[in-house]
């Protein structure tokens, strides 16, 4: 039987990735759209009216506004919007948007990324003075959900540490990217929000200097909040649509990721599908997700991962074995696998409610 959820999303990060791919996956779901943060570009916007319907509330990411009362707002709009298209569950893409949610319908939310997480991996500490509220939301949010998703199990381990004792289901992200075979053309790529320090963009530019083949670092520079990021040695020419930026990926012979932080890392499973060999940052999440069908190095370390890609940029066997491995592993991070995961869920959420309305 067919029902409707609201699925919150924006179109700054990966989330828009995430909500589109699995949506289109979600047969017998239509899927109500609720955006936040700065608006989408015209063909992100006609890519979402295509698979449902997009209802954009203009309002902020908890990530881009000063404090708490920024978002005193975003509960209210989220329970309205739930009314307003007649959904039978809600789906929220920023584990903030729950607290504070008063509605009877079942609120699954997904933990991407946060603020808190995102300082314990990438600095190694709390948050700073002042942003504590970041961390006393997201726990509110977290523990208000009746049930909470992460993309892999590293991340919802950190969830843990960072937040207590808040029961995770890992259900992994997946690429609808058709498989095929990569024309290994003697060319690094790399893809990522290089703003953000997470990224680790700087040592892949230092990197670059040493590496024998040029280097591409495709997504965006610039971040909503002024960070910015100018490579000295890679290519880097921003942000470009999606299927711009895979018709680039896609043929290349080597794709690297210098992550400090990554929940997932779509990117990566993106450029597996197309047999590419990896090149990775030794991080929990990449050692969970891809071990043994990659190359790992030091996050830190330049020449490490300048090592890494030159081994393979010269020994066209080992690129040919590492594809195949990447591709073989890919295989777990399909569509089907995180649909049927996630309805999974929904059908459980919907128990209660369902057995409810037969009394």
Known sequence: MSFRILMTLDAAGGVWRYAMDLARALHGVEVVFLGFGP?????????????????????????????????????????????????????????????????????????????STWFRAVRDSDLPDGWEWQRKMNAAGLHRADAVVAPSASHARLLQR???SVPVTVVPNATPVPERQTADSPMVVASGRWWDDGKNGVTLDRAAAQIAWPVTMLGPLDSPTGQAFRAMNADAPGNLPHDDAMA??????????????????????????AAIPLVLADIPTFRELWDEAAIFFAPADADALSGGVNRLAGDADLRRQMGHAARERSRRYAPDMQAEAMLSLYAGLREPQQQAATR
Do not use: K
């Open 39 to 115: 608006p989408p570009s015209p063909d992100r916007r006609a890519e979402a009216e295509a698979i449902g319907t997009l209802d954009w509330t203009g309002l902020p990411l908890d990530w881009i506004v000063p404090d708490a009362a920024a978002l005193a707002g975003v509960p209210q709009a989220v329970a309205e919007a739930a009314v307003r298209h007649g959904v039978q569950l809600i789906h929220l893409n920023l584990p903030t948007q729950a607290a504070g949610l008063e509605t009877d319908l079942p609120v699954l939310a997904v933990s991407h990324s946060c603020v």
């Open 162 to 164: 960072v937040y207590g």
């Open 248 to 273: 680039l990926m896609r043929d290349a012979g080597i794709f690297v990721s210098p992550s400090l932080y990554e929940p997932f890392g779509l990117a990566v499973a993106e450029a597996a599908r």
